[in-house]
């Protein structure tokens, strides 16, 4: 930007400041649920879903109180569900199945479901060359949705608004995702990093967490751990309820009529901002700021007094937030996170990467308290899921640019659940209301 133009745009910022601004008392004037969130930060009820509850508070005698975090997926508790899961088992196919079907599939139905899956796992032809090859770019999320929107152009029935149509376009959509994400990595690798260009086809007796792996590494090898660990992960990320900001513009966007194609590529564009799923590339990109700053992982005064100059918007980002800390739902837990941890203290083992956890298990201990001190407000801060998954993803070998794309491999499959609930049971386009306070120039 030159200086001439960076001028002008201060100047017109000023302007639209002034004009803009909205003082914070009319919010409780009015009675404005600033963020759809009513005074104690709880959600307004919007809609009811079959599909999954998150829960962080519970009723006792009478007052909402602060509880251990639970996600249930289609009545199951999300423990029982991987729980479920054999020592090897890939369970992807499985729990995908029963978020959008809504009961769990017998062997035979989960059989035909992976075949129809893996029918879906092609790109049409010369997609990599003509479309992923075209301006890649590093955030892999932008790229994906200028794919997402391309795929439209494709689909002979993009518009077809029957039910059957949409079922298929998502499972279609489930099944290209990893490939539109991978494929765009490595484009990216070989036009802006001066790498090499690697287009493995996925194979068809391979889950996808094992497809993911496979065509992400130039020698397609993997081990059965890596896999299972990411197979976990992804089924951690698959659902979160109807109010999550990318699944709730899901729902918003199809309760307009839009197709599968455009719809997606909203709940990417969500999706994709650090205060949501791009939570998880801010989280490395903080922990390795911290890493430079902080000389001992255990001195937790050493830690505080950096984690107090990030809350203070003095470092890091200057947006004054720990990455991975909070959440809209959870108060003293995120279930996910806790299963997370399992995986991340045998795998940090393994890798010898014990002090970075310790550094990531003092960062746990210490901001929920610094977040209140500094907010003034004693209300219970947890460590959310993106807290510990880009540290397994790390350990996985997995570029960060991928972070948030995996997050989007997994969620698609909530984000397909509540778009079939909104076309089967709503025919509503959403349309909330906004009360004007601009002051009238005429009668
Ligand atoms: C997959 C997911 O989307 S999980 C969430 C991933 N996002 C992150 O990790 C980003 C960091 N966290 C946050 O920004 C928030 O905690 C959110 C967006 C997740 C939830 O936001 P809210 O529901 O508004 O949080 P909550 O009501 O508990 O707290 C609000 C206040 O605490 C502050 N706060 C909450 N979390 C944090 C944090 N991690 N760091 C610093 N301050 C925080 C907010 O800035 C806000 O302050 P304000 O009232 O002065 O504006
Ligand atoms: O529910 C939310 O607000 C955020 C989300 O998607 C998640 O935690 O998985």
């Known amino acids: 930007m030159s200086q001439g133009q960076s001028k002008y745009l201060e100047r017109q910022i000023s302007i639209c400041k002034e004009n803009d601004e909205i003082s914070p008392r009319l919010y409780s004037e009015y009675g404005v649920n600033l963020g759809l969130r009513d005074p104690d930060g709880k959600g307004v009820l919007t809609g009811l879903t079959n599909i999954s509850a ?213 709940a990417m564009s969500s999706l994709k901002g650090p205060k949501h799923g791009g939570a998880n590339i801010k989280v490395m990109n903080m922990m390795n700021d911290i890493r430079k700053n902080v000389k001992d992982f255990s001195d937790e005064d050493e830690i505080a007094y950096y984690l107090r100059k990030i809350l203070s918007g003095e470092v890091l980002d200057h947006k004054g937030l720990i990455y991975g800390m909070g959440h809209a739902v959870y108060t003293l837990s995120d279930p996910r996170e806790k299963i997370f941890k399992k995986y991340v203290k045998q795998l940090a083992k393994e890798k010898g990467r014990e002090n970075d956890l310790l550094l990531y298990e003092n960062i746990e201990k210490l901001a929920p308290e610094l977040i209140n001190e500094k907010r003034k407000v004693k209300k219970p801060v947890c460590a959310n899921v993106d807290f510990y998954s880009g540290f397994v993803f790390n350990m996985l070998n997995i570029p960060i640019e991928l972070y948030t794309p995996l997050f989007a491999v997994a969620r698609i499959v909530g984000w397909s659940a509540h778009r079939m609930e909104e076309l089967i049971c709503t025919d509503k386009i959403i349309r909330p209301a906004y009360m004007s306070v601009m002051e009238k120039h005429e009668n």
């Open 54 to 266: 998150v829960n962080g508070t519970k009723v006792i005698s009478g007052k909402r109180v602060p509880c251990e975090g639970e996600l249930w997926y289609r009545g199951y508790r999300i423990e029982t569900l991987i729980n479920s899961l054999g020592e090897n088992e890939m369970g992807f196919g499985k729990i995908a199945y029963l978020l959008l079907m809504g009961e769990l599939p017998s062997d035979e139905e989960q059989k035909t479901f992976t075949s129809a899956v893996r029918h879906y796992r092609k790109l049409p032809t010369n997609f990599v060359r003509d479309v992923i090859m075209k301006a890649p770019s590093s955030d892999i999320m932008n790229s994906m949705s200028r794919s997402i929107l391309t795929l439209a152009s494709y689909d002979s029935e993009a518009k077809n608004p029957s039910l059957q149509n949409n079922l298929r376009q998502c499972l279609q959509l489930i099944g290209q995702f990893p490939m539109l994400a991978v494929y765009a990595y490595h484009a990216h690798v070989f036009t802006n990093l001066d790498g090499s260009m690697y287009v493995h086809n996925p194979k068809s007796e391979l889950s996808t967490a094992e497809n993911f792996l496979m065509m992400l590494r130039p020698d397609q090898s993997f081990s059965t751990v890596e896999a299972k660990t990411l197979d976990t992960a992804m089924i951690l990320h698959m659902e979160h309820g109807g109010g999550n900001n990318s699944t709730f513009t899901t729902r918003v966007v199809t309760s307009s009529g839009s197709d599968t194609y455009s719809t997606i590529s909203a």
